[in-house]
Structures are given as structure tokens and as C-alpha cells.
């Protein structure tokens, strides 16, 4: 019980004062696997409805209606919340952070030393939108006709496989996160 209790308190104190936390599970009060209207109720306001690109309610991305946390997205499917998406909007990032404290703008190397066992790929659009990544393979930056710097997925998977956290990184640094149930969490453009 008391190692319990030291636990808790720190990770509380890991994560920053009024932050959203995220964690396997969800992000705040929105738990994957909620239908549409148990997430409504955990919000206390409305999704927006199925939108274009999105073809059929069978799977789409939708957002808060109320326009609060822009940089927010959840994927429904089959009426159901199977990913939630951390990223900045509009140049401003959600106050969204892991249970250790991770959260957009921190160092990579600091999800590997919290979490110990990672899988780091290119990100899908860096590797030429294959399915296998070459995780040796680093961009010369000689060859490079821009300051662009590639993006890097780095994987936690829960501890019984079914969901991961996702952490997208670009110049050393966190850029977007995402947990949610796998293999949609892994999905580069989830219901497209």
C-alpha cells in the first residue's frame, strides 16, 4: 500500500500542474473503447459529426464541438474511440502530457528513459510510405536541399499488446502523440 502510494505521488508530481493526462488508457477523461456518448458525457459537450474526407460513420475523426482543445482528435469506429491524437493546432499544443510527464516539445531521449523499451522508426512519410522502416538508415545531411529534418515514430506498447502510445518526434523533439488500441494507433491517416 505504501509502495502504491509513493508511486502515485510520483508520478502526479512527474506530470505537469493542470495537465491532461495520457496515458494507455485514454486521454483525460475519455477512455478508449467509450462509445460516442460516454465520451460526450466525460467532456460535458458534443463530438462534431462525421465530416468529410470521411466516406461512412464506420470510421472517422472528429473533434470537440465546442472548439476547446483544438489539438485533440479522436478516431471513432464502429461508434467507438479507438486513437486519441495530441498535436498542435494553430500553433498552439493542448496541455496533454503522459504519466511521466512527456509531453509536446519534450526531448526525445527522454521517452527511452522513461519508458526503457521503445520501438523507433522513420515515420511513415519519411520512409517513402512503406510498411518497413530502415531504422539504421539516417538522412545525410549533405544530400538534404532544406533544413528538413525526417520525423520518427517511437512505439511503448502496453504491457499486454493491445494498445501504444505513440510518440512523434522531429529534430529531437516531441512534435505529436497519440494512444489508442492497436494496429488503428499505428495508422499514419486512420479511416482513410
Known amino acids: 500500500m505504501r509502495r502504491a502510494l509513493l508511486m502515485t505521488s510520483a508520478l502526479l508530481l512527474a506530470t505537469p500542474a493542470s495537465a491532461e493526462i495520457l496515458s494507455w488508457d485514454g486521454v483525460g477523461p475519455v477512455r478508449l473503447g467509450m462509445n460516442v456518448k460516454a465520451a460526450e458525457q466525460a ?16 470510421c472517422y475523426v472528429t473533434w470537440r464541438a465546442d472548439g476547446q482543445d483544438p489539438g485533440l482528435g479522436y478516431v471513432i469506429e464502429h461508434g467507438k474511440v479507438t486513437v486519441i491524437q495530441v498535436y498542435s493546432s494553430d500553433g498552439k499544443a493542448p496541455h496533454v502530457a503522459d504519466t511521466h510527464g512527456l509531453e509536446i516539445g519534450a526531448a526525445e531521449g527522454a521517452i527511452e528513459g522513461a519508458y526503457g523499451q521503445v520501438t523507433k522508426s522513420l515515420g511513415f512519410y519519411d520512409r517513402g510510405g512503406n510498411d518497413v522502416a530502415d531504422t539504421n538508415a539516417e538522412h545525410d545531411p549533405k544530400d538534404a536541399k532544406s533544413d528538413y529534418s525526417p520525423e520518427y515514430q517511437l512505439e511503448v506498447e502496453s504491457p499486454d499488446h493491445k494498445r501504444s502510445i505513440l510518440f512523434t518526434a522531429q529534430a529531437g523533439k516531441v512534435i505529436r502523440l497519440s494512444t489508442g488500441l492497436r494496429p488503428t494507433v499505428l495508422e499514419p491517416e486512420p479511416c482513410q
Open 43 to 58: 467532456l460535458k459537450t458534443k463530438l462534431l459529426p462525421r465530416q468529410l474526407p470521411f466516406e461512412d460513420d464506420q
